[in-house]
């Protein structure tokens, strides 16, 4: 069974700063593209931040220039450096990946349990 799992969200203050972790388990063939999205109440979940598996990224506007995605494949874990926290920011945050395991190499997205993220003004 594969698993994503995320740590690292919780209460901070504006202008403050937190790291998002997100390490996926299990029977892993390979890992494409992993993400973070996010949800506030009333709104769609939206794409905050993703990366592929060569290191390329791309960001949602609203936090480019404040967030970092990064990832360590040896460890088979997504990060998100999260600066200059604004109260708008407030959300759950997602872990997302594309994943192939063992059974039969085939890739599948699959999705974290959510972290919360608030940001107080």
């Known amino acids: 069974q594969v698993q994503l799992v995320e740590s690292g969200g919780g209460l901070v203050q504006a202008g403050g700063s937190l790291r998002l972790s997100c390490a996926a388990s299990g029977s892993i063939f390979s890992i494409n593209a992993m993400g973070w999205y996010r949800q506030a109440p009333g709104k769609q979940r939206e794409l905050v931040a993703a990366?592929?598996?060569?290191?390329?990224?791309n960001y949602v506007d609203s936090v480019k220039g404040r967030f970092t995605i990064s990832r360590d494949n040896a460890k088979k874990t997504v990060y998100l450096q999260m600066n200059s926290l604004k109260p708008e920011d407030t959300a759950v945050y997602y872990c997302?990946?594309?994943?192939?395991?063992?059974?039969?190499?085939?890739?599948?997205?699959?999705w974290g349990q959510g972290t919360q993220v608030t940001v107080s003004s």
């Open positions: 990366i592929t598996s060569g290191g390329s990224t």
């Open positions: 997302n990946a594309d994943i192939a395991d063992w059974r039969d190499l085939r890739f599948r997205e699959y």
